[in-house]
C-alpha cells in the first residue's frame, strides 16, 4: 500500500470515531473497498450483505433458542410448590379446614401418610425448580455467546462503512480531476448517490445491533436474577419446608407456628407475582423500544429535497447577480465613453 492512500484510510478513521477503528482495521478496510467495483452495477447492492445477513440471522437463533426460556414458566413452579404446603381442603363432615394436611380427628397412621405424600411432591419440585436453573444458566452462557458474535459483527459493519466513506471520497476526486460528458457524469453520481444510501444503511444496521446488545445484557440480567432466586429457594426454601414438615408431624400444637409460616409464604408469592410483573412491563418496554429506529428515511429523503432547492436557489441567485453586475459594468463604460467624448468635444 502506497502512502496515500494509507494517509487516506487514517484520515477516513479519524473523521469518523464513532465506528471504533483503528490503524490495524487498515488491512481489512482496504479488502473491502477493493470489493466495491463501480464497473459492476450489483458490486454495491451486494456490498455488506453478508454482515447483514449474519445480524438477521444471529437474531432469529435467539428467538429459536429462548422460546422455550419462560420466566412466567418459572414462577407458575414456585407458585405450585408453595400451593403444596399451604391449607389444604379435606372433605370433612364439619367442613372444617387445617394447615399442611392436618386434622384434628385424623390417626397417626393417616396423618403421616399424608406428611409423606407432601415431601414426596416437594423433591419432585424440587428437581424441576433445579431443571430451571441449569436452563437459565444456559441460557446466560448462550447469549453472552451471542453478545460476543454481536459485537464482531457491530465491528465488520463499521469497517465496512469506512470502507464506504473511503469509495465515496476516492469517486469525488475521480469525478474533479477528469471531465466527463454529461452521461457519464450522471452515472458517477449515481454511484456516489448508491454509496452514500449504502452508507446510511449499514449506519442504521449498527444502531439496530448496538441496541440488540442492550437487549441481550437485559436478558442476562433476567435470567441471571431468577437463576439466583431458584438457587435461593432450592438450598433455603426448601429445606426450611421440609424442616416444617416434620416439625408439624411431630406436634399438633405448632400448628400455630405453621399458620404464620403460611402467611409468611403467601407473602412470598405476592412478592413473586409483584417481581413477574415488573419483568413482564420492562421486557415490554424494552421490546417497544427496540422497534423504533433513530433514522427516518422519509425526514433524510425531505432534507435532501430541501437541500437541492437550497443549492438550486443560491445558482440562480449567482446568476442574477453576475447579470446586474455585467449591466452595472456596461452602464458605466458607456458613461464613461460620454464623459470622454464631451471633454474632447469641448476641446
Request: hydrophobic share 40%.
Given at each position: 500500500m502506497d502512502d496515500n492512500k494509507e494517509i487516506g484510510y487514517l484520515r477516513v478513521i479519524a473523521s469518523n470515531p464513532g465506528l471504533g477503528l483503528n490503524d490495524s482495521d487498515i488491512p481489512q478496510i482496504e479488502t473491502s473497498v477493493a470489493e466495491l467495483d463501480t464497473s459492476d452495477i450489483n458490486s454495491i447492492t451486494r456490498f455488506g450483505l453478508?454482515?447483514?445477513?449474519?445480524?438477521?440471522?444471529?437474531?432469529?437463533?435467539?428467538?429459536?433458542?429462548?422460546?422455550?426460556?419462560?420466566?412466567?414458566?418459572?414462577?407458575?413452579?414456585?407458585?405450585?410448590?408453595?400451593?403444596?404446603?399451604?391449607?389444604?381442603?379435606?372433605?370433612?363432615?364439619?367442613?372444617?379446614?387445617?394447615?399442611?394436611?392436618?386434622?384434628?380427628?385424623?390417626?397417626?397412621?393417616?396423618?403421616?401418610?399424608?406428611?409423606?405424600?407432601?415431601?414426596?411432591?416437594?423433591?419432585?419440585?424440587?428437581?424441576?425448580?433445579?431443571?430451571?436453573?441449569v436452563r437459565l444458566i444456559r441460557d446466560c452462557a448462550f447469549l453472552n455467546q451471542m453478545f460476543n458474535m454481536n459485537q464482531e459483527y457491530y465491528r465488520q459493519a463499521g469497517v465496512k462503512v469506512a470502507a464506504l466513506k473511503m469509495k465515496v471520497d476516492e469517486m469525488r476526486a475521480k469525478a474533479l480531476q477528469a471531465d466527463f460528458n454529461p452521461v457519464e457524469e450522471s452515472w458517477m453520481n449515481n454511484i456516489i448517490e448508491r454509496l452514500e444510501r449504502k452508507t446510511v444503511e449499514l449506519e442504521l444496521s449498527r444502531t439496530i445491533?448496538?441496541?440488540?446488545?442492550?437487549?441481550?445484557?437485559?436478558?442476562?440480567?433476567?435470567?441471571?436474577?431468577?437463576?439466583?432466586?431458584?438457587?435461593?429457594?432450592?438450598?433455603?426454601?426448601?429445606?426450611?419446608?421440609?424442616n416444617q414438615i416434620v416439625l408439624a408431624l411431630g406436634a399438633e400444637h405448632a400448628r400455630q407456628a405453621v399458620r404464620t409460616d403460611?402467611?409468611?409464604?403467601?407473602?412470598?408469592?405476592?412478592?413473586?407475582?409483584?417481581?413477574?410483573?415488573?419483568?413482564?412491563?420492562?421486557?415490554?418496554?424494552?421490546?417497544?423500544?427496540?422497534?423504533?429506529?433513530a433514522i427516518d428515511p422519509h425526514t433524510l429523503a425531505e432534507t435532501n429535497r430541501i437541500l437541492i432547492e437550497s443549492l438550486d436557489e443560491v445558482a440562480r441567485i449567482q446568476s442574477e447577480n453576475r447579470m446586474k453586475r455585467e449591466s452595472v459594468e456596461k452602464e458605466l463604460e458607456r458613461i464613461d465613453r460620454e464623459m470622454q467624448y464631451g471633454i474632447l468635444t469641448d476641446d
Open positions: 453478508d454482515t447483514q445477513k449474519k445480524m438477521a440471522e444471529l437474531s432469529q437463533v435467539m428467538i429459536n433458542n429462548l422460546n422455550d426460556s419462560s420466566i412466567d414458566e418459572v414462577d407458575d413452579t414456585l407458585r405450585d410448590t408453595i400451593s403444596y404446603l399451604c391449607d389444604i381442603e379435606q372433605e370433612e363432615p364439619d367442613n372444617d379446614r387445617k394447615i399442611l394436611f392436618w386434622k384434628r380427628k385424623n390417626n397417626a397412621v393417616a396423618v403421616r401418610k399424608k406428611y409423606d405424600i407432601a415431601a414426596k411432591n416437594v423433591d419432585a419440585i424440587a428437581g424441576t425448580l433445579e431443571d430451571h436453573q445491533s448496538v441496541q440488540q446488545a442492550a437487549q441481550i445484557r437485559m436478558l442476562q440480567t433476567n435470567f441471571a436474577i431468577m437463576a439466583d432466586k431458584l438457587q435461593s429457594t432450592l438450598y433455603n426454601t426448601i429445606p426450611l419446608w421440609k403460611q402467611t409468611i409464604n403467601e407473602m412470598t408469592n405476592k412478592l413473586l407475582l409483584r417481581n413477574a410483573e415488573n419483568l413482564k412491563l420492562v421486557t415490554a418496554e424494552s421490546q417497544r423500544a427496540a422497534g423504533s429506529t
